[in-house]
């Protein structure tokens, strides 16, 4: 059966469907208020918050027509959908606070048309109506979708034709606490359907999951998801399976919703071991998620095609208060690697991440955001944390802080939280997020764009030099995947040619691989190759007497990487770059370790206390790196070059 009801008759079944889901004994904490007595007198501004930190620019979104600050309201859960077919248009939605004394809130929502330079506010979805849990998509038209939890758990799912400046009365889609929504943009079976699941134990009907076959003008009966995931999102393949993430964790999958002609099921859900049970009541965010439980594949056509990514924060075993964690299937949900964790910082006490949110762009990579404490040590002081992989989870470029520190504590509106979740749209050059953050003492909602991790290397040697300038050089003009195409549009240009000059030196370098047992040792060539010992363990044997300079023979949290020599002649293995004291040690590959053929404790570095060593080697053979401290630990950059003669 299918459901189209227009707004008044949805309010006048709040009271039945309120009924549902208040058999457990679980609390519902998207209960409606009363609406705040409206204030005598002009609303009081201030000035626009713009931040920026790192050459990253953050701009405030909850806005009034002018432009200015809000004075006295809050702003949190941010939701954001980019159109496709003009990716400068797009539309954050939120829950707006009018008063911080209130925790009555409304739907609020901005769009922009200049790529997130600057947004309007035109107003609430629907004035004096409660609203809550803003979930945003977009279709392959251009058309945006808000859906808005109301009281009695329903939701609404509103629909924008004219780049979300304004929204339709909504349709009734069933629903329930903490819904999410996913939007089928494949150009097969399932295009244009819409997925939305939500919290079981909240929810307006037997079930938790609807779908829409006719581009959201009705919704379908609810069914039962196996697993009932809940907190978390949904996300779509190339073929049109569906795939539902939930905290606990969880993966349901369905390759056959897609199909109208068929009925409603999913095919399996498979529990996953991310290491640690996701947060709820931690201290950064006192009455909320510490994050929702993220669910993305790859659909580049690339080596990754159809590799699915599970991210969360957890609270993983030992002091440490919070992590994010990543984990990757490649076969399609069945199995799952065991879970990687991407913040780099040591191991402790105080350092918690956060808000974990994460995209997958359309050339593959993943990029994730969280709030991060590793600098304050203090629960409610937080940074935007950003990190990136190109290789599928397995390596990640370096933890870079994004904005300044904010108090997570400050601007409550009778709620102690900072909402439930931020949100992140990747592309092929960038991240854009929305998230909320305190930088002028209150609640508000800012976006911003995180450039990718680049470098305009077009002969693949990890330095932008003269042979790179001079493939722009030769190149310029249309091309069709062209090395030099650094901006990838088509022509090799004046911008590639900046880019070029802004990147001149070392490439960035991604981090870490993960080395800790000698039989795991990832193979690399020639060339730098970020490493970092913080999490390692210290199993491994002590280096023989031979190796003892004067400190021992003890090596510290090692990393082992396998190398396969390009050439016949002397191999050199360089740390001296690294900011900890070192050791080093080369093996042949017999074994794990083989025979010992060099070694090296104080060789380079600023104070002479980082480790550099040669050996011989032959062209097509493997040998083992191992990298390690002395009493010490940290990270750095292996530089391995044969030297053939």
């Given at each position: 059966?299918?459901?189209?009801?227009?707004?008044?008759?949805?309010?006048?079944?709040?009271?039945?469907?309120?009924?549902?889901?208040?058999?457990?004994?679980?609390?519902?904490?998207?209960?409606?208020?009363?609406?705040?007595?409206?204030?005598?007198?002009?609303?009081?501004?201030?000035?626009?918050?713009?931040?920026?930190r790192g050459g990253h620019l953050s701009v405030q979104v909850?806005?009034?027509?002018?432009?200015?600050?809000?004075?006295?309201?809050?702003?949190?859960?941010?939701?954001?959908?980019?159109?496709?077919?003009?990716?400068?248009?797009?539309?954050?939605?939120?829950?707006?606070?009018?008063?911080?004394?209130?925790?009555?809130?409304?739907?609020?929502?901005?769009?922009?048309?200049?790529?997130?330079?600057?947004?309007?506010?035109?107003?609430?979805?629907?004035?004096?109506?409660?609203?809550?849990?803003?979930?945003?998509?977009?279709?392959?038209?251009?058309?945006?979708?808000?859906?808005?939890?109301?009281?009695?758990?329903?939701?609404?799912?509103?629909?924008?034709?004219?780049?979300?400046?304004?929204?339709?009365?909504?349709?009734?889609?069933?629903?329930?606490?903490?819904?999410?929504?996913?939007?089928?943009?494949?150009?097969?079976?399932?295009?244009?359907?819409?997925?939305?699941?939500?919290?079981?134990?909240?929810?307006?009907?037997?079930?938790?999951?609807?779908?829409?076959?006719?581009?959201?003008?009705?919704?379908?009966?609810?069914?039962?998801?196996?697993?009932?995931?809940?907190?978390?999102?949904?996300?779509?393949?190339?073929?049109?399976?569906?795939?539902?993430?939930?905290?606990?964790?969880?993966?349901?999958?369905?390759?056959?919703?897609?199909?109208?002609?068929?009925?409603?099921?999913?095919?399996?859900?498979?529990?996953?071991?991310?290491?640690?049970?996701?947060?709820?009541?931690?201290?950064?965010?006192?009455?909320?998620?510490?994050?929702?439980?993220?669910?993305?594949?790859?659909?580049?056509?690339?080596?990754?095609?159809?590799?699915?990514?599970?991210?969360?924060?957890?609270?993983?075993?030992?002091?440490?208060?919070?992590?994010?964690?990543?984990?990757?299937?490649?076969?399609?949900?069945?199995?799952?690697?065991?879970?990687?964790?991407?913040?780099?910082?040591?191991?402790?006490?105080?350092?918690?991440?956060?808000?974990?949110?994460?995209?997958v762009a359309p050339d593959g990579r993943i990029d994730v955001?969280?709030?991060?404490?590793?600098?304050?040590?203090?629960?409610?002081?937080?940074?935007?944390?950003?990190?990136?992989?190109?290789?599928?989870?397995?390596?990640?470029?370096?933890?870079?802080?994004?904005?300044?520190?904010?108090?997570?504590?400050?601007?409550?509106?009778?709620?102690?939280?900072?909402?439930?979740?931020?949100?992140?749209?990747?592309?092929?050059?960038?991240?854009?997020?929305?998230?909320?953050?305190?930088?002028?003492?209150?609640?508000?909602?800012?976006?911003?764009?995180?450039?990718?991790?680049?470098?305009?290397?077009?002969?693949?040697?990890?330095?932008?030099?003269?042979?790179?300038?001079?493939?722009?050089?030769?190149?310029?003009?249309?091309?069709?995947?062209?090395?030099?195409?650094?901006?990838?549009?088509?022509?090799?240009?004046?911008?590639?040619?900046?880019?070029?000059?802004?990147?001149?030196?070392?490439?960035?370098?991604?981090?870490?691989?993960?080395?800790?047992?000698?039989?795991?040792?990832?193979?690399?060539?020639?060339?730098?190759?970020?490493?970092?010992?913080?999490?390692?363990?210290?199993?491994?044997?002590?280096?023989?007497?031979?190796?003892?300079?004067?400190?021992?023979?003890?090596?510290?949290?090692?990393?082992?990487?396998?190398?396969?020599?390009?050439?016949?002649?002397?191999?050199?293995?360089?740390?001296?770059?690294?900011?900890?004291?070192?050791?080093?040690?080369?093996?042949?590959?017999?074994?794990?370790?083989?025979?010992?053929?060099?070694?090296?404790?104080?060789?380079?570095?600023?104070?002479?206390?980082?480790?550099?060593?040669?050996?011989?080697?032959?062209?097509?053979?493997?040998?083992?790196?191992?990298?390690?401290?002395?009493?010490a630990s940290g990270q750095g950059v292996l530089v391995l070059?044969?030297?053939?003669?």
């Amino acid at each position: 059966m299918k459901i189209h009801l227009v707004p008044a008759l949805v309010s006048s079944l709040l009271p039945a469907l309120a009924a549902f889901g208040q058999t457990t004994g679980e609390k519902h904490r998207e209960v409606p208020t009363g609406r705040p007595a409206a204030t005598a007198g002009p609303v009081v501004t201030s000035p626009p918050v713009r931040v920026e930190r790192g050459g990253h620019l953050s701009v405030q979104v909850n806005v009034d027509a002018t432009g200015n600050n809000i004075l006295g309201d809050a702003a949190n859960e941010p939701s954001i959908a980019i159109d496709p077919t003009d990716p400068r248009r797009a539309v954050i939605g939120w829950r707006q606070f009018d008063s911080v004394f209130s925790s009555f809130r409304e739907g609020g929502y901005a769009w922009t048309d200049d790529g997130g330079q600057t947004w309007t506010f035109p107003g609430v979805l629907e004035e004096g109506v409660f609203r809550s849990d803003p979930v945003l998509d977009v279709d392959a038209d251009g058309r945006f979708f808000y859906n808005s939890l109301t009281g009695g758990f329903v939701n609404t799912i509103h629909v924008s034709t004219d780049g979300g400046r304004t929204f339709d009365m909504g349709t009734f889609a069933f629903g329930g606490d903490k819904q999410w929504m996913g939007i089928d943009r494949t150009g097969g079976t399932g295009h244009g359907n819409v997925y939305a699941n939500w919290t079981r134990t909240f929810s307006t009907c037997d079930g938790q999951f609807t779908l829409s076959y006719d581009d959201g003008m009705s919704y379908e009966d609810c069914i039962d998801v196996p697993g009932a995931p809940r907190w978390g999102t949904i996300a779509v393949d190339a073929d049109g399976a569906v795939y539902i993430a939930g905290t606990g964790f969880v993966v349901a999958k369905s390759t056959t919703l897609r199909d109208p002609g068929l009925p409603p099921a999913f095919d399996f859900a498979t529990p996953i071991d991310l290491g640690g049970p996701g947060l709820f009541g931690a201290a950064p965010n006192p009455g909320g998620l510490g994050g929702q439980t993220w669910i993305d594949v790859d659909v580049s056509g690339g080596p990754r095609h159809g590799d699915v990514y599970l991210l969360s924060t957890v609270d993983p075993p030992g002091n440490d208060p919070a992590d994010v964690v990543l984990a990757r299937s490649t076969d399609g949900g069945l199995t799952w690697s065991d879970p990687i964790r991407v913040n780099d910082d040591p191991p402790g006490p105080d350092a918690w991440q956060w808000f974990a949110t994460m995209a997958v762009a359309p050339d593959g990579r993943i990029d994730v955001v969280w709030n991060d404490t590793r600098n304050s040590l203090e629960a409610n002081i937080s940074e935007l944390y950003y990190a990136s992989s190109r290789d599928g989870g397995r390596t990640w470029f370096e933890n870079t802080p994004i904005t300044p520190a904010f108090d997570s504590w400050l601007g409550w509106p009778q709620q102690n939280k900072l909402g439930d979740y931020y949100d992140m749209v990747s592309d092929d050059r960038a991240a854009n997020v929305a998230y909320a953050a305190t930088f002028n003492g209150e609640q508000d909602v800012y976006f911003t764009r995180i450039e990718a991790p680049s470098c305009a290397d077009a002969d693949g040697d990890s330095f932008v030099a003269f042979t790179d300038l001079l493939a722009v050089i030769g190149g310029w003009g249309p091309c069709d995947g062209c090395s030099a195409d650094f901006d990838g549009d088509g022509v090799v240009g004046v911008t590639d040619l900046l880019l070029v000059l802004a990147g001149w030196g070392r490439c960035p370098l991604p981090c870490c691989l993960p080395t800790d047992a000698c039989a795991d040792a990832p193979t690399v060539g020639d060339g730098p190759v970020r490493f970092s010992t913080l999490l390692s363990s210290s199993g491994d044997p002590s280096l023989p007497a031979r190796c003892d300079e004067g400190g021992g023979t003890v090596v510290s949290k090692d990393v082992w990487i396998r190398y396969a020599a390009a050439c016949d002649g002397v191999v050199t293995a360089s740390i001296c770059e690294a900011d900890f004291d070192t050791r080093l040690a080369a093996y042949d590959d017999a074994d794990c370790p083989g025979g010992l053929l060099a070694c090296s404790d104080d060789a380079c570095g600023p104070d002479g206390t980082r480790s550099e060593l040669t050996f011989e080697a032959t062209a097509g053979r493997t040998y083992l790196i191992r990298v390690g401290g002395n009493a010490a630990s940290g990270q750095g950059v292996l530089v391995l070059t044969c030297d053939g003669g």
